[in-house]
């Protein structure tokens, strides 16, 4: 989309650093050369119309070339058992609403599941969902990427006890509050996680927020007796202000470091996590970080590694 609009501005990470992340564990961590790669698209659209599932898999085809062996559409239904004990890297780069459907299919693998199992963002919203997690084998890990690891509860504790993290710390205050969110997350003795997107939405709003207070800031002192024209504040002018902010050392969002060059619209080195639940139905544990790539806090080089 930043190709097709001069005023586009992305808070998460493009699809192509998804797919770095992925073959850096891949590579890393699990040892493992060879991928098979299934997907699934929006209800009644192609994998052309299918934006983010396209373009997914498009840079998957790049990054990996020969080394997917297998690249199928999956569709309900379908069964996987040739997937049974497979020891590579077997990634599901679909929509999260057949996800479940997807680990039920892996049910009939029985004592023999597929050594590593990866899923896309996407899959997050069925993570989050306790119903449709209660139905996937027990005896299958399942390690998702993640936009917003910087954004759990944990971490966002650890940030308000060190007492040197204002952004995180302010979010955290926020969402524990009584009437913002229903319910509020992150109490102490609370199970109620933050949830992906909410964190990004957030971080998102303040950004767009710093760029029109400060315009409108300068517009007020280079004439205060002037009149009040909310007109002045226009879209060309805020994402310009975006970028002028941005040119330093970036804004520090809660989710991670948003950085832009001033030719895209899409963030450099973002943050991105893959994240771990080593038995799907159990809900009560927390997914664990094992892996992740591009920028927490400060710029400068954004190696990948394990959490």
Partial sequence: MDANSRLYLQISAPNKDQVKLVDAYAKQVLKVNEAHVFYTTLEGSSLTEDLYVGTLVDGLRQ???PRITRLDEWRTGQRLTDECGYPGLLFYAGRWSEFDGFLRALRECGGNPPRHLVADDSANRCMANPGLRAAAPGNLPVTYV??????????L????????????????????????????????????????????AYDASMMLVRAVESLAARLHHADPRQRWEPDSVNPVGVHAEVLRQNAG????GVAGLIRFTPDSGEPVD????????????????????????????AAGPAACGPA
């Fill in 249 to 252: 050392q970036g804004y520090p």
């Fill in 270 to 297: 973002k943050r991105l996590a893959l994240m771990r639940v080593e038995q799907v139905p159990d809900v009560a544990r927390a997914p664990v970080e094992v892996f992740h790539c591009g920028a927490a806090d």
């Fill in 63 to 65: 990054q990996f070339g």
């Fill in 157 to 200: 504790r650890a940030a308000q006890d060190r007492r040197d993290d204002d952004a995180r710390a302010s979010f955290l205050s926020w969402i524990q509050a009584d009437d913002l969110l229903d319910p509020p997350r992150c109490r102490p003795g609370s199970e109620e996680q933050v949830g992906e997107r909410v964190s990004l």
């Fill in 146 to 155: 993640s936009k917003a690891s910087l954004a759990t509860c944990a971490v």
